[in-house]
Nanobody
Framework: QFKFESSGGGSVQPGESLRLSCLVQ????????VAWFRQAPGQAREPISC????????VYVDSVKGRFTISRDSGESTVYLQMNSLKRGDTDVYYC????????????????WGPGLQVTVSS
């Protein structure tokens, strides 16, 4: 049975790290992409990273490359987003989403959404 939960977030200072978690069990047929999006107040929800469970391929947007890492723990059925060297500009509400195979980096490609997770980076 499809199970989908996300957790994490919090407040940190610039340069510190946080990890977000997304538990996904028994993907719906045709679905295998797990992506993280983020959204600032009044702004569009934007994709930042994705992992496709079928081949563990990953995608990152340029703004997080080298700082964020998406990974999977198959034993825990969990996809993690490790966020290092956080900047004030990373302050947003983050969302985990499940979509069809292929890691399309666009919101309409994702059908299942977790709750917003607040990430605040400030000194």
């Amino acid at each position: 049975q499809f199970k989908f939960e996300s957790s994490g977030g919090g407040s940190v200072q610039p340069g510190e790290s946080l990890r977000l978690s997304c538990l996904v069990q028994d993907f719906p047929r045709g679905y295998s992409a797990v992506a993280w999006f983020r959204q600032a107040p009044g702004q569009a929800r934007e994709p930042i990273s994705c992992l496709d469970e079928t081949d563990e391929s990953t995608v990152y947007v340029d703004s997080v490359k080298g700082r964020f890492t998406i990974s999977r723990d198959s034993g825990e059925s969990t996809v993690y987003l490790q966020m290092n060297s956080l900047k004030r500009g990373d302050t947003d509400v983050y969302y985990c989403a499940v979509g069809r195979k292929g890691c399309e980096m666009s919101r309409p490609s994702y059908s299942y959404w977790g709750p917003g997770l607040q990430v605040t980076v400030s000194s």
